[in-house]
C-alpha cells in the first residue's frame, strides 16, 4: 500500500497487468476505459497530479468519430447534454467572411464543441466508478524490456520505487513524454516543421461573439473565436515566438482580437476579465513507426498538429480506436493482424490530419518571410474557396473528420 499523494487515496500497486498505460491525458484514460470494458486489465500512470491534468485548456472540437467513440466507452451522457453541435464554421479574410456549411456538404456530419477538459474529468470520473487504476505523480517512469516478451515498468510513487510486468505498453505521454524517446533512435524516423509564430490563448465568461467558430485569415495575423458555452468564449490571436503571456494584460489582448477580425464582427465583441490565458507554439510533427516490439505509440506522443484544423485531440481518439480493437482482438483471439497494422492504419490517417492542419494554418497565418507573393497566394486560396463548392467540401469533410 503506498501512502497517499496529494489527495490521492491510498492505493494497491499490481505487480502484474495486461497494458501499462504511460499517460493520462485523453489518449490513456480512454484506452484506459476501452480496455476495461472489454474486461481488459490495464493501470495508467500519470507524472502529474489530476487537479494539474484538468487545469489544462486546450482543444474544443470534436469530430463524428470521437463522439461515437467517448458515446462507446461509456462517457458521453454529459456531452450530449452540455456539448453544442454545430453544422457550420466560417472562413474570414479580412473583411471578408464565408459559412462553410459542413452538414449540407458532408451528407449531414457535424461537430461537436466541448471541451477537452471536460472530456477527461468525464473520463475521470468513469474510471473512478468502474475501480479502474490510475496513478498520478508517477514519477521516473522507465520501459524496461519492449523488444521482449516480458517488458516491464518502473516508477517512483514518493519514497517508493515500483515495478510492473506486463504484456504491453501503451505510450499516451503526450509530445515530451518518456515512451518515444524510450524508442532508440536508428529505429524511429522524425518529421518535424515548426511555424514562426504561436497562438496566445484566452478564455473568458462573455457570451461567443457569433453563434458558429471563425478561423479569421488577416494581415496583422490569424485568429480565431470559439467557445466552451453560450456563457464561455475561447478566443485566440496569432503572436510571436518571443512573447511572454505577463506581457499581455486582458485589455491589450481584446484590442489585438479586435484588430484581426472583420469590422463587424470585432464592433460585436463582448470582453471581460480573462478566466485563463497561455500561449502555445505551433509545430507539425510525426513519429515513424508507431510501435516498437511491444510499445504502442498515440496522440501527442507519436504526433503533433498545429490546432489550425482542431485534430490534435481527435487524432488522439482515433489511434486509441484502432489500439484499442487491436489490443482487445489479441486477448479475445488471439488475432495478431491489429497490433501488425496497427501502426500504418493509424499513420494514414495521421499524415492526412497532418495536411490538412498544415494547410489550414499556411493560408490563414501571417507569414513575416513570404512576402508579398505569399500574402497574394492566400488571396487565391480564398477566393478559390469562396467560389468552389468542391474546395468548400474537401475544407468541410477534413473538418468533420476523415472515416477511421
Ligand atoms: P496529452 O494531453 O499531452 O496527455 C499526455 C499526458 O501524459 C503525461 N505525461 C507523463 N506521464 C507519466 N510519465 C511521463 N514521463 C509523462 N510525460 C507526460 C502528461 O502529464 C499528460 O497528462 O496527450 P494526449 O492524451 O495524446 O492528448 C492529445 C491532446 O491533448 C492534444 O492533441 C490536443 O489538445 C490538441 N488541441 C486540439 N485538438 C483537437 O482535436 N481540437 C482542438 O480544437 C484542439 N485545440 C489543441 C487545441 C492543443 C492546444 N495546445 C495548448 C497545444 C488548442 C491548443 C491551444
Ligand atoms: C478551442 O476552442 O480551443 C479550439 C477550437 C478550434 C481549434 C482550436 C482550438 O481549431
Known amino acids: 500500500m503506498t501512502p497517499a499523494l496529494s489527495g490521492q487515496k491510498p492505493v494497491d500497486v499490481p505487480a502484474r497487468t495486461g497494458v501499462v498505460i504511460v499517460g493520462g491525458g485523453p489518449s490513456g484514460l480512454l484506452l484506459s476505459q476501452l480496455l476495461h470494458l472489454a474486461g481488459v486489465d490495464n493501470v495508467v500512470l500519470e507524472r502529474r497530479s489530476r487537479a494539474y491534468v484538468l487545469s489544462r485548456i ?64 468525464d473520463l475521470y470520473a468513469a474510471r473512478d466508478a468502474m475501480g479502474g487504476t490510475v496513478l498520478h505523480e508517477a514519477e ?110 486582458d485589455d491589450r489582448f481584446w484590442e489585438a482580437l479586435a484588430a484581426h477580425l472583420p469590422a463587424d464582427i ?48 481527435n487524432l488522439a481518439a482515433s489511434d486509441i480506436h484502432y489500439l484499442s480493437e487491436a489490443l482487445i482482438a489479441h486477448y479475445r483471439q488471439g488475432d495478431e493482424g491489429g497490433l501488425a497494422a496497427y501502426s500504418d492504419r493509424a499513420l494514414a490517417r495521421v499524415w492526412k490530419a497532418e495536411r490538412f492542419s498544415w494547410w489550414m494554418t499556411t493560408t490563414l497565418h501571417r507569414f513575416p518571410d513570404k512576402g508579398e507573393f505569399g500574402a497574394r497566394m492566400q488571396q487565391a486560396e480564398f477566393d478559390y474557396l469562396a467560389s468552389s463548392r468542391a474546395a468548400q467540401t474537401t475544407l468541410a469533410e477534413n473538418y468533420v473528420g476523415l472515416p477511421y
Open 140 to 249: 521516473d517512469v522507465a520501459l524496461h524490456d519492449l523488444e521482449g516478451t516480458q517488458p516491464f515498468v518502473t516508477f517512483r510513487l514518493g519514497e517508493t520505487v515500483h515495478r510492473i510486468d506486463c504484456d504491453f505498453v501503451a505510450g499516451c505521454d503526450g509530445f515530451h513524454g518518456v515512451s518515444r524517446q524510450s524508442i532508440p533512435a536508428d529505429r524511429l524516423r522524425q518529421f518535424e516543421m515548426v511555424y514562426p509564430f504561436g497562438w496566445l490563448g484566452l478564455l473568458a465568461d462573455v457570451p461567443p461573439v457569433h453563434e458558429e467558430l471563425i478561423y479569421a485569415g488577416h494581415e496583422r495575423g490569424f485568429a480565431l473565436c470559439s467557445m466552451r458555452s453560450p456563457t464561455r468564449s475561447r478566443y485566440y490571436v496569432q503572436c510571436g515566438l518571443d512573447e511572454r503571456v505577463e506581457d499581455w494584460s
Open 266 to 313: 470585432a464592433a460585436r465583441l463582448v470582453t471581460g476579465p480573462s478566466i485563463e490565458k497561455s500561449i502555445a507554439p505551433l509545430r507539425s510533427f510525426v513519429a515513424e513507426p508507431m510501435r516498437f516490439g511491444r510499445l504502442f505509440l498515440a496522440g501527442d506522443a507519436a504526433h503533433i498538429v498545429p490546432p489550425t484544423g482542431a485534430k490534435g485531440l
Open 58 to 121: 486546450r482543444a474544443g472540437v470534436l469530430e463524428q468519430g470521437t463522439v461515437d467513440l467517448l458515446r462507446k466507452a461509456g462517457v458521453g451522457a454529459r456531452m450530449d447534454r452540455e456539448g453544442l453541435v454545430h453544422d457550420g464554421v466560417e472562413i474570414a479574410f479580412h473583411d471578408r467572411r464565408l459559412r462553410i456549411d459542413l452538414a449540407d456538404l458532408t451528407g449531414g456530419r457535424t461537430v461537436m464543441v466541448y471541451g477537452q477538459t471536460e472530456v477527461t474529468a
